[in-house]
């Protein structure tokens, strides 16, 4: 079993940043895929990043290419979403996933372990 609670949301500007935390635990930090995604109001879950286990590949949705980027610190178990020029239409309750899959994935199915989420609201 894995345990992930994500931490770093909140209300900024457009234009202004946040960086979300996930910390993780329960089993070997290193065996896992990690990723993130988002659930605007009324919209579908959908993905935003991820990252292999040591963290040398990484992969994001177009929207957020250049303005996101996601990192991670297997001593600390933990792993990051550094988010820049935000925007309003990136208002949404983000999730990180633990996947026990080699490579990363954008399907949510492909993910076993999920956090309870983190508010981010872009204000514009």
């Known amino acids: 079993q894995v345990r992930l609670v994500e931490s770093g949301g909140g209300l900024v500007q457009a234009g202004g940043s946040l960086r979300l935390s996930c910390a993780a635990s329960g089993r070997s930090f290193t065996g896992l895929t990690m990723g993130w995604f988002r659930q605007a109001p009324g919209k579908e879950r959908e993905f935003v990043a991820g990252?292999?286990?040591?963290?040398?590949?990484?992969s994001y949705t177009d929207s957020v290419k250049g303005r996101f980027t996601v990192s991670r610190d297997n001593a600390k178990a933990t792993v990051y979403l550094q988010m820049n020029s935000l925007r309003p239409e990136d208002t949404a309750i983000y999730y990180c996933?633990?996947?026990?899959?080699?490579?990363?994935?954008?399907?949510?199915?492909?993910?076993?372990?999920w956090g309870q989420g983190t508010q981010v609201t872009v204000s514009s």
């Open positions: 996933a633990a996947s026990l899959r080699a490579s990363f994935s954008s399907s949510e199915g492909n993910y076993r372990y």
């Open positions: 990252i292999n286990w040591s963290g040398g590949s990484t």
